[in-house]
């Protein structure tokens, strides 16, 4: 079955305690990327990825960083995590470029609070 | 780059029709249409290229308008599980990478 995998689904944390949250797809996607949504805001690109070692910043990349060694995991770590990163993140993987029918697949969110 | 959605929120009775309007400032190649259930992740509804094309889906239709980088997305008869959280995404290389409006929450109600 084609999906995109994110863990945990659910983490409380307190601030500055690092952590990571794991992104995988089964799918050989090129693409993938990271949003955080919030209330009003909709969902908003922290970052993304072309490719294998290709990663780039979306609108709200502060305090975030991003790997992509392999085709199918792209984490997303919080080294130093603060209350205003509290959100709910999705993590999202597609094919490559111009192809005609290029559907967004989704991981389930992972809700992350910071105390 | 976060496009523009109108309205943010509308209330219907079942049966009646809705227009959800997506505009942005920059020069698009496509206009990407999701749906979002409470708690859940986006499920991608239909994808528009630019040529200004309108496609289909069930009783879900949506328009793609270039020269305007506009995009509308129309419901039709609409029944109780249409209600959700309606989000246009934008690309402008054809790279799909995605830039999404803040959503247009939709409840269809009895």
């Known amino acids: 079955e084609a999906q995109v995998t994110q863990n945990p689904r659910y983490l409380i944390t307190v601030t500055g305690k690092k952590l990571t949250v794991t992104c995988s797809q089964n799918?050989?996607?090129?693409?993938m990327s990271w949003y955080r949504q919030d209330p009003g805001l909709g969902l908003r690109q922290i970052y993304y990825?072309?490719?294998?070692?290709?990663?780039d910043k979306g609108d709200v990349p502060e305090g975030y960083k991003v790997s992509r060694k392999e085709k199918r995991n792209f984490p997303l770590i919080l080294e130093s995590p603060s209350p205003n990163q509290t959100s709910l993140y999705f993590c999202a993987s597609s094919s490559g470029y111009r192809i005609t029918k290029n559907i967004q697949y989704f991981g389930a969110g992972t809700r992350l609070s910071v105390l | 780059q976060q496009p523009v959605q109108s309205p943010q929120a509308v209330i219907l009775r079942e049966g009646e029709d809705a227009v959800i309007n997506c505009s942005s400032s920059?020069?698009?190649?496509?206009v990407h249409w999701y749906r979002q259930k409470h708690g859940e992740a986006p499920v991608f509804l239909m994808i528009l290229l630019k040529g200004g094309e309108q496609k289909g889906h069930e009783k879900i239709s949506a328009s793609f308008n270039e020269k305007k980088q506009q995009s509308s997305l129309y419901l039709t008869a609409s029944q109780l599980s249409y209600s959700g959280t309606y989000f246009c995404?934008?690309?402008?290389?054809?790279?799909?990478?995605?830039?999404f409006g803040t959503g247009t929450r939709l409840t269809v109600i009895p």
């Open positions: 995404g934008t690309d402008q290389t054809g790279a799909n990478n995605l830039f």
């Open positions: 990825s072309m490719n294998v070692e290709v990663t």
């Open positions: 920059k020069a698009l190649y496509s």
């Open positions: 799918m050989n996607h090129e693409y």
